[in-house]
């Protein structure tokens, strides 16, 4: 039987693996059309179906939230697989994303965006700052 430390190292970087796949399609593919659809069925969703949005929300702020939450689980698998701080994590994200951002500009119909990468690092530490928290916690046990 496996110790718990080496299943949970497996299982991190499986999860790495698959999210790489999945940001590879999502990320440097042809979906600006279809992210933007969905940035407005989120709005129309939560303005009007299930009414708990703020009046001032707009499509564009659901496309700021995704791109965050986008980057939560490479901030967390970096800092899991590499043992690194939070910072080193957000700066090793917020570069990967702005290398991301060039390709898009320069290769693909998309539009490279500064306020993409600093949402992207946003994302990132969140995912680097919750890992570090779970580690000071056991730390103290």
């Given at each position: 039987m496996e110790a718990p430390n080496e299943v949970r190292s497996r299982a991190a970087y499986t999860l790495l693996l698959v999210g790489a796949a999945g940001f590879a399609v999502l990320l440097l593919g042809p979906w600006g059309?279809?992210?933007n659809r969905l940035t407005v069925r989120l709005y129309v969703f939560f303005r009007y179906d299930v009414p708990?949005?703020?009046?001032g929300a707009l499509p564009e702020h659901y496309?700021?939230?995704?791109?965050?939450?986008l980057f939560v689980p490479v901030g967390v698998a970096l800092a899991k697989?590499?043992?690194?701080?939070?910072w080193r994590v957000t700066l090793v994200?917020?570069?990967?994303?702005?290398?991301?951002e060039l390709v898009q500009a320069a290769l693909l119909d998309r539009e490279g965006s500064v306020w993409d990468v600093a949402t992207n690092g946003l994302g990132a530490l969140l995912g680097a700052v919750a890992v570090t928290g779970v580690r000071r916690l056991r730390a103290r046990r």
């Open positions: 059309w279809q992210l708990i949005a703020p009046a496309g700021v939230l995704l791109n965050v939450l697989l590499s043992g690194w701080s939070w994200a917020t570069v990967g994303s702005a290398a991301v």
